[in-house]
């Protein structure tokens, strides 16, 4: 690991340099790696480690996610099995289906555990709430995450690229005395740019109230206040759209991702800057306490009860799909599919 300066705060991480490919495949050439559930983020790690010439195979029931892992080349009885034949193979076994499927899931899991396996996490929700999952671990196994701190698609396309995609790391049980290199190999041989250390019960607390604030919920509640205010005032959708999500994705957001927030401030106008600076206090002092009780109630267990309440009833699906809907077919995203068909096409596009 080395020491790297944040804004004066010294964290220690691990690099590609100190741990090299090449160390991660030794310390995986005895293992097998079972990735369990070919979802977005399963498929994603399964495939990065496949081209890395990790030995992996997958465990999936029948049904689409089952056909595709077909269609990648996945070959049936020798790398792609159900559920449970993967887990019995596997000495690394990555539980990667829903927090929801992880609850039903566990018990056959739990049946092909072996002294020295390693139980793998890429989210530590069903470990810190095992009052409400049941998921808790034998004492004679490895307990490790490495959680990517994007959607199984960016980590898929970040891996092509070769950028690779930062990912956090923990290591809540040590039975082998192998575990911390077991999880620093995995993050490597999954693509990941770098990797800071956590805990499964920070990594759960941080993604929870991550995902619940700027990652979707506040991001897509201000997006839709701001487009609401500017239809209301009379600007047309195209107008509206463009000024609220167009150029904050197509623009802004590369620039602060390229140098960061003070960079793209001082690349946009002087009006624009002033204005900026003078309303970014009253958005951090007035959203705050929101943000204070996300991670109260994140803590305090009641938004994964919340999860596990609803993910399990019977009409939860389709009232999903009712929300997404709604969400999809309001003027302001059927507006941004307008937009977007409406690019001009890159170049390197076919």
């Not at 004066?8 to 100190?18: D, L, S």
């Not at 990790?54 to 077909?70: E, R, S, T």
Request: glycine share 10%; proline share 3%; aromatic share 8%.
């Amino acid at each position: 690991m080395v020491d790297l300066d944040f804004g004066g705060v010294v964290e220690n991480v691990v690099t590609r340099k100190e741990f090299t490919f090449e160390r991660a495949k030794t310390v995986l050439k005895d293992e097998v790696v079972a990735t369990l559930g070919y979802g977005i983020q399963g498929r994603a790690q399964a495939l990065n480690m496949r081209d890395n010439g990790i030995k992996v195979v997958v465990g999936q029931k029948k049904g689409i996610h089952y056909d595709l892992a077909v269609k990648e080349g996945w070959t049936p009885g020798e790398t792609l099995y159900t559920m449970e034949e993967a887990a019995k193979l596997g000495t690394i076994k990555m539980f990667l289906l829903t927090d929801a499927g992880q609850k039903e899931t566990w018990p056959i899991l739990r049946s092909t555990l072996k002294d020295g396996d390693a139980l793998y996490f890429s989210h530590g929700f069903s470990i810190v709430y095992g009052n409400s999952t049941g998921v808790v671990p034998p004492k004679n196994v490895d307990v490790i995450l490495v959680a990517p701190k994007g959607s199984g698609t960016s980590v898929r396309r970040n891996f092509l690229d070769g950028s690779g995609i930062n990912s956090s790391f923990a290591v809540y049980q040590d039975h082998t005395g192998r575990a911390h290199d077991r999880v620093k190999a995995i993050g490597i041989a999954i693509g990941s740019g770098y990797l800071f250390p956590t805990t499964f019960e920070q990594e759960v607390y941080s993604d929870l109230t991550g995902e619940r604030g700027v990652l979707m919920g506040a991001i897509a509640g201000l997006m839709e206040a701001q487009y609401n205010t500017l239809r209301e005032h009379g600007h047309s959708p195209s107008e509206s759209f463009n000024e609220t999500v167009e150029e904050f994705t197509q623009s802004l957001i590369r620039l602060v991702d390229e140098k960061g927030m003070d960079w793209m401030f001082n690349n946009c106008s002087e009006t624009a800057r002033i204005g900026a600076l003078r309303w970014k206090n009253r958005f951090r002092d007035n959203t705050k306490p929101l943000f204070d009780s996300i991670y109260e109630l994140v803590v305090a267990g009641e938004e994964t009860r919340i999860v596990l309440e609803r993910s399990n009833t019977a009409d939860y699906k389709r009232e999903l799909e009712k929300e997404l809907s709604a969400m999809g077919n309001s003027e302001l995203w059927k507006t941004g599919a307008t937009v977007r068909s409406l690019r001009p096409q890159r170049q390197n596009e076919s």
